[in-house]
């Protein structure tokens, strides 16, 4: 078993990084949306990632994952990333954060 140090890759130092994606409709980054489904860190730096948009469609569709793109780009220690795009499973609110949700003035109540 190896034992994380500060040098070493992984997935949440990528989900901090995409962070600082932020939907430009929702006003909110896309891994408290929901929008991020994986990030798999593989050897050799590179990184896969499986995402959705809030809708079929999504004008700011390239924009989302390019910025993943480029987000996972800037951590340390990646060399290659690949943005999948799916809409399986869809996304709906539930997928949120509950500060997403907070921020968006939704009622986590659990009932859509």
Not at 16 to 29: K, M, Q
Not at 72 to 99: H, I, N, R
Request: proline share 5%; glycine share 8%.
């Amino acid at each position: 078993m190896m034992i994380a140090t500060e040098s070493q890759l992984d997935d949440e130092k990528v989900k901090e990084a995409l962070r600082l994606v932020i939907d430009p409709e929702l006003g909110y980054n896309i891994v408290d949306l929901g929008l991020i489904y994986a990030v798999l860190v593989n050897d050799g730096g590179v990184v896969n990632i499986v995402m959705t948009t809030t809708t079929r469609g999504c004008p700011a569709t390239n924009y989302l994952k390019e910025g993943a793109r480029d987000a996972a780009w800037s951590v340390p220690g990646v060399e290659f990333v690949d943005v999948t795009l799916t809409y399986e499973p869809p996304w709906s609110p539930q997928k949120m954060s509950a500060t997403a949700k907070q921020h968006l003035g939704i009622a986590d109540s659990g009932e859509w």
